[in-house]
């Protein structure tokens, strides 16, 4: 095919091989999130199986903590590099991604630190587990701060072939740890796997992370920085409190039950994760390129992935109970399924949502992203319990599935305005 060639001379990509990159790129980050989440999974599973129901709490306890952590680091470091430096020159790119590095190491090794010494305080199984923790917390920041560098520069295919190397390690790592038989061996497992990872992350783009760049990088997008730090431990926050609150209102039983939901939407939420990896990378080139196309291009990504959540969830409901036992036990299927509805809807809001997110952070747009997500948040906490206090268990599932669907429309208006502003002549916002 015959290149292209704009006003100015200059060679443009054809439309039909622009369209594939961009499919390209997108397919990267749904590998890259089902090895990523695969992983994840066959870790608690082998995790719990090995340890039983107590020390697997003291390892879970190090894992929200550790996601926790990862919302700061991405936040600080790597947010705003996806939305500054996605398509840009190599040259920019590098000296970028070194300043990135270095802060999200920077996070990892200070966190790390107060959990060390927490973890030496408090003692007991729980104690070992946030002192191993506060260990390898450097190592897991960095290993995820050179996943979203490569997704920035479009080479979600390194990104990929990190995690699988991360997984291959934690085969051994955690037949060893099994022979030890205790939390603290298992969390060094998996964060030493990741920390070897987070090597072979520095050999695959050849840059060093600069520790002392950290404050300069942080001073130079505090804009974003600050407000997507915010916005990130939102998210985490917002889920940890309904999940505590869900326990003391209704029994803890309610939160395994609402976690045999999730695992059932599991798949589906793997596929959301990993778009998530490309989506603002994307939306930013498509502002640079045809920034008239971007609320198309939203809609486009968030309906597609309402559709899908919906589909999913679909044939779930049809899924015989023998098959629901199979997967999640006698015990939990039963409560679980009461659950599938609601938390389908749930996810369908949140999918159509994160479309009018990506355009938002492509537009650099951070005080509204952070407005809807501050929203969306206390709705998720305020529908939970609310729901809960009411109708226990499915009420609050229903109540989180209605917050999730009213804060998508938040988003989407909160993205309306963000075009406006960036384009003042309302003719030349598309949305559709």
């Known amino acids: 095919?015959?290149?292209?060639?704009?006003?100015?001379?200059?060679?443009?990509?054809?439309?039909?091989?622009?369209?594939?990159?961009?499919?390209?790129?997108?397919?990267?980050?749904?590998?890259?999130?089902?090895?990523?989440?695969?992983?994840?999974?066959?870790?608690?599973?082998?995790?719990?199986?090995?340890?039983?129901?107590?020390?697997?709490?003291?390892?879970?306890?190090?894992?929200?903590t550790y996601g926790v952590v990862l919302s700061v680091s991405r936040g600080l470091a790597t947010d705003p590099l996806v939305v500054r430096f996605s398509g840009v020159p190599e040259g920019s790119w590098r000296p970028a991604v070194a300043r990135s590095s270095g802060t999200a190491l920077g996070v990892g090794g200070a966190v790390g630190a107060g959990c060390l010494v927490a973890g030496l305080a408090v003692g007991g199984p729980v104690g070992d587990a946030f002192a191993c923790l506060g260990v390898v917390l450097p190592g897991l920041m960095l290993q995820d701060a050179w996943r979203y560098a490569f997704f920035a520069a479009g080479a979600g295919?390194?990104?990929?072939?990190?995690?699988?190397?991360?997984?291959?390690?934690?085969?051994?790592?955690?037949?060893?740890?099994?022979?030890?038989?205790?939390?603290?061996?298992?969390?060094?497992?998996?964060?030493?796997?990741?920390?070897?990872?987070?090597?072979?992350?520095?050999?695959?783009?050849?840059?060093?992370?600069?520790?002392?760049?950290?404050?300069?990088?942080?001073?130079d997008h505090r804009d974003l920085g600050y407000r997507y730090l915010v916005e990130n431990t939102c998210v985490s926050g917002a889920s940890q409190l309904r999940a505590y609150g869900l326990g003391v209102i209704v029994g803890v039983g309610a939160?395994?039950?609402?976690?045999?939901?999730?695992?059932?939407?599991?798949?589906?939420?793997?596929?959301?994760?990993?778009?998530?990896?490309?989506?603002?990378?994307?939306?930013?080139?498509?502002?640079?390129?045809?920034?008239?196309?971007l609320g198309a291009f939203c809609l486009l990504l968030g309906g597609g992935q309402a559709v899908a959540a919906l589909l999913w969830g679909a044939a779930l409901l049809l899924m015989p109970d023998r098959l629901g036992e199979l997967v999640l036990g006698g015990d939990?299927?039963?409560?679980?399924?009461?659950?599938?509805?609601?938390?389908?809807?749930?996810?369908?809001?949140?999918?159509?949502?994160t479309g009018a997110a990506a355009g938002l952070r492509a537009l650099g747009a951070a005080r509204r992203s952070l407005r809807a997500q501050l929203f969306n948040s206390a709705c998720y906490v305020g529908g939970g319990l609310g729901g809960a206090a009411v109708g226990g268990v499915v009420g609050?599932?229903?109540?989180?599935?209605?917050?999730?669907?009213?804060?998508?429309?938040?988003?989407?208006?909160?993205?309306?305005?963000?075009?406006?502003?960036?384009?003042?002549?309302?003719?030349?916002?598309?949305?559709?």
């Open 255 to 293: 939160v395994g039950a609402v976690r045999g939901a999730e695992l059932l939407l599991g798949p589906f939420l793997a596929i959301l994760m990993g778009l998530s990896l490309v989506t603002v990378a994307e939306a930013a080139r498509v502002l640079r390129r045809s920034p008239h196309r």
């Open 332 to 353: 939990v299927w039963p409560s679980a399924a009461d659950l599938i509805l609601p938390a389908t809807l749930g996810v369908a809001g949140a999918g159509l949502g």
């Open 1 to 64: 095919m015959t290149p292209v060639t704009a006003e100015g001379g200059k060679a443009t990509r054809p439309a039909g091989s622009a369209r594939r990159a961009v499919v390209g790129r997108l397919s990267w980050g749904l590998a890259d999130q089902a090895a990523s989440s695969l992983t994840n999974f066959a870790v608690g599973i082998y995790v719990a199986r090995s340890l039983g129901l107590t020390a697997f709490g003291a390892f879970s306890l190090a894992w929200v």
């Open 157 to 219: 295919r390194k990104a990929f072939v990190n995690d699988v190397v991360w997984g291959v390690g934690l085969v051994p790592a955690m037949v060893v740890a099994d022979r030890v038989g205790t939390v603290a061996a298992f969390v060094l497992a998996w964060g030493a796997s990741a920390a070897v990872a987070a090597l072979y992350g520095g050999v695959q783009s050849g840059i060093r992370p600069r520790l002392t760049g950290a404050r300069a990088w942080v001073r």
């Open 396 to 432: 609050s599932a229903w109540g989180v599935a209605a917050a999730t669907v009213g804060g998508s429309a938040v988003w989407w208006l909160h993205l309306r305005s963000g075009l406006r502003e960036h384009h003042p002549n309302p003719s030349e916002v598309r949305t559709s």
